[in-house]
């Protein structure tokens, strides 16, 4: 029989809702199979066109869809890897109802939010937890309950367990208990009044996780349990904690596990002792090294979250302690980059779209290749190191169509057979895909392996025509696509670290394996501060 977990969020938004799914789901996948599955309001079909700053980053998953950050939470815990069909949204919803309903399917019925928009989610749900053959069911509800765009999903959430039967559908609610300035004690009003408008819905919660500043007091946890219907022990403090990584932690040594495992008969026993190794490895790191992250969205650490991650999951195993100094290449050129770039030991450039602050990148680049600072490129990040070794050491008048169409040397493009396709509307190259790495590169001693396999988000391409005198005048390709003409990997030989890919390995990036790519970067960071040292 098929559990269900189903987690929401009260008060307000940004509590950590995907994390504590996550971290639950983590406590669970080594006893059980979780599956996660994730429920947002709005009403784009998927957020692959929503901007990162408003949004957080766009997620790929190896089956090319685009998801939102949540999901990186869920792989990097539970070490799963997700379908697109994990990610329900309303506008997903409406688009199949809607066409369900011109095709005839509703037999001149009319349709109606409920029961056919609340089916539908059900059976979704249902339908995912059979195809994955899943023990347990982690549903994320996205929003905050009272929102009006998740009202359908929580009424949805209701009916299941209606259907499905107590002892096998769980409810989790995330709070807040806010110590208000002044008044200085811990306030369960919000909590109350949370999991009251939950109530007004027929939804029970069996757990509580008040997030707060500090360890919910015992008087308090007292207090929402008598307002709330729920048991002392299934009040279980979400505390501030300044590494995510913590939370299952921080869950299981509050009894979680066993709360759970009552209420759904489960048996899990999790083990989390080699996670706890790295929490502390990471902890005791004392020696410090500064990355400088540069790009676009610099305002909001969410649109590179991936990336940060991927470089915390270095720390335990580097023993460095990684501090990210945030770069803006919209105001950086030639005078202001020695400056801008002083005390740092590595450089990424990101994945990226469109020409703000592009000439800044190319710069940065320039400073990394010259001065022999390590250097890593994500995608865009290894197209702009690509126009930058055309211009200042080939020479060429060289860019990427995708800022100048009509440049004489495009040396980043459209390859020719997806130009028309490009008319249509153009189509992202996503989702994972196989690079076959040279023996002797840097690439492959990273990898420890000749055929690898990451995930893309992009149109543009290294223009074939190039390849050969880009190696001629030094620049290393050292891992390409199977048939050989997509460029996946480049590198420079005589520099102590300067690697660039097509693809975004930090999205699949763990605390239990980090991406060679970024252990590479931060041991030669970790390297170079040694010897400046000296
Ligand atoms: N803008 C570039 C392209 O479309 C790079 C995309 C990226 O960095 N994700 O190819």
């Known amino acids: 029989m098929t559990k269900y977990i189903v987690v929401t969020g009260g008060v307000l938004s940004g509590l950590g809702k995907g994390i504590a799914a996550a971290s639950i789901g983590q406590l669970f996948s080594q006893d059980y199979k979780v599956v996660p599955i994730k429920c947002d309001g709005y009403l784009n079909v998927d957020p692959g066109t929503m901007n990162p700053v408003e949004h957080g980053e766009v997620f790929v998953l190896e089956d090319g869809t685009e998801v939102d950050m949540d999901f990186g939470h869920y792989e990097r815990f539970i070490n799963t890897s997700c379908t697109g069909r994990q990610n329900l ?122 997030r707060c500043s500090e360890m919910v007091t015992p008087a308090i946890k007292r207090k929402i349990a008598m307002f709330c219907n729920v048991s002392e022990q299934a009040v279980i403090s979400a505390i501030d904690v300044d590494s995510v990584y913590k939370i299952p932690l921080v869950f299981q040594e509050q009894g979680l596990v066993e709360q759970i495992n009552v209420r759904l008969q489960l048996y899990a026993r999790p083990d989390l002792s080699e996670w706890e190794k790295l929490i502390d490895a990471q902890e005791e790191a004392v020696k410090e090294i500064t990355i400088a992250l540069c790009g676009k969205y610099t305002a909001l650490e969410d649109s590179y979250a991936s990336v940060v991650e991927a470089l915390k999951h270095c720390e335990a195993h580097e023993k460095v302690h990684v501090v990210i100094k945030w770069v803006d290449t919209e105001h950086i050129d030639e005078e202001s980059i020695a400056a801008e770039l002083k005390g740092v030991q590595g450089v990424i450039v990101p994945g990226g779209f469109g020409s703000r602050g592009i000439e800044g990148k190319i710069e940065v ?65 996503l989702g994972a895909y196989p690079a076959l790495l040279e023996k002797n590169s840097l690439a492959f001693s990273l990898y420890q392996q000749a055929e690898v396999s990451e995930r893309h988000r992009h149109r543009y391409e290294v223009n074939p025509a190039y390849h050969s005198l880009l190696e001629k005048y030094g620049l290393t390709i050292s891992g390409k696509s199977p048939d050989g003409r997509l460029v996946e990997f480049i590198e420079l030989s005589d520099h102590p670290y300067f690697i660039a890919t097509q693809a975004h390995p930090e999205l699949k990036s763990s605390l239990l394996h980090p991406a060679p790519l970024f252990q590479g970067l931060v041991k030669a960071a970790k390297d170079i501060s040694e010897k400046t040292l000296k």
């Open 89 to 210: 949204t309303m506008g997903k919803v409406f688009h199949e109802l809607y066409l369900r309903e011109r095709e005839g399917d509703y037999l001149g019925k009319t349709v109606q939010f409920v029961p056919h928009a609340t089916n539908y989610i059900l059976n979704w749900w249902k339908g995912i937890g059979e195809e994955q053959e899943a023990d347990i069911v982690l549903i994320e509800i996205g929003g905050t309950v009272g929102d009006m765009e998740n009202e359908l999903y929580l009424e949805a959430a209701r009916r299941l367990q209606a259907k499905e039967g107590k002892e096998n559908v769980m409810f989790v609610h995330l709070t807040y208990v806010p110590i208000p300035a002044g008044v200085n004690e811990q306030k369960s009003k919000p909590t109350q009044q949370s999991v009251s408008l939950l109530m007004q819905r027929g939804i029970y919660p069996d757990i509580l996780l008040p």
């Open 365 to 429: 680049i320039r400073y990394c290749r010259e001065q022999k600072i390590p250097y890593l490129g994500l995608c865009y990040g290894l197209q702009l190191a690509v126009v930058e070794f055309a211009r200042h050491v080939m020479g060429l008048d060289a860019h990427t169509t995708e800022i100048d169409a009509d440049t004489p040397e495009p040396i980043i493009d459209i390859l020719p057979d997806k130009k028309d396709l490009h008319n249509l509307g153009g189509t992202l190259r």
